[in-house]
């Protein structure tokens, strides 16, 4: 963990840096944090305009998947890597802010919900500090949620998010990524008020739809994932993005039993979902 002390560049008020820069960073003119429970800003010059100057109303949580934290801080905030985050939450509670909320952090890549597909424009993203399912997985530290849950409050209040916007890097891109994993405690978040939560049917035996499956029953399922949010084709086959779609489905709101198997803990537990999204957003939803 990084640690010691060096003084922010460029701040009017000569803050001291409580997470000093990674190698290979150079300083940067720094800003004034958007949150109050931002400990240390480390500018990213990897940031642009919000496209339309789309205001933000999505949350995305990102863990970081790699072994160290400097690694982190240096990918995420060196010219040219092309990634950056809005904020990172360190292990032990810290947050650190990496762009202003008002500019289009990259942090999702290739990714769609809710029929939009530039995710980086309606979103602020946040780096949880986890090495990640290639790197041991470790659960995440009570403090380190603690400080998220805050975080989120703050900017669901600044940004007016709804709960069911609050969403994980892999439902927005289940083709490509896992996090912030199953282990991830959504339930916690939720009993907080930051994001939409059932609690899961129970498991049972039971066959379950998967990989090579067809019929209008799957067509029906894949809809109903898509009036979620989740960007899937209702095509009436369970081809591999499906797979896909319902492992990310399964990570976020059935993390017992994430395998991609459409049984009836994961049907019962995305229509309880569905039941609780505000009319409108049902409604839009259908027509996209």
């Known amino acids: 963990m990084l640690s010691g002390s060096l003084a922010s560049a460029g701040h009017e008020s000569k803050r001291r840096r409580v997470v000093p ?33 789309r205001r933000p109303d999505m949350i995305v949580l990102h863990y970081t998947g790699m072994p160290d934290v400097e690694g982190a801080l240096t990918r995420l905030c060196k010219a040219g890597t092309e990634v950056s985050a809005h904020y990172v939450v360190l292990e032990d509670g810290r947050i650190l802010q990496c762009v202003p909320e008002s500019k289009r952090a990259w942090h999702a890549g ?8 530039d995710i980086n424009s309606c979103s602020i993203g946040i780096e949880i500090i986890n090495r ?38 892999s439902d927005v891109a289940p083709s490509r990524k896992k996090d912030p994993g199953e282990k991830f405690p959504w339930r916690s978040l939720a009993a907080s008020g930051v994001g939409h939560w059932v609690e899961p049917a129970p498991i049972e035996a039971g ?13 029906v ?16 086959k369970y081809d591999p993005a499906t797979v896909e779609v319902v492992s990310a489905f399964q990570r976020h709101f059935r993390p017992e039993k994430v395998d991609g198997v459409a049984d009836g803990s994961t049907l019962a537990t995305l ?4 039941g609780e999204l505000p009319i409108d957003v049902r409604a839009t939803a ?3």
């Open 21 to 53: 820069l990674p190698k290979g960073i150079v300083a940067m003119q720094t800003f004034m944090p958007d949150s109050s429970v931002v400990s240390d800003v480390i500018p990213s010059p990897n940031f642009g305009e919000r496209n339309k100057a």
């Open 110 to 117: 290739v990714a769609k919900w809710a029929g939009e597909d």
């Open 132 to 169: 990640g399912h290639d790197w041991g997985y470790p659960d995440y530290p009570l403090r380190q949620i603690a400080a998220v849950i805050t975080l989120c409050r703050g900017i669901i209040i600044r940004r007016n998010v709804p709960p069911h916007r609050v969403l994980g890097h």
């Open 207 to 219: 066959a379950g739809f998967r990989l090579g499956a067809e019929g209008e029953q799957i067509r």
């Open 221 to 236: 399922m894949q809809q109903a994932l898509a009036d979620y949010g989740y960007g899937i084709a209702a095509t009436g």
């Open 271 to 274: 229509h309880a979902l569905l």
């Open 286 to 288: 259908a027509l996209t």
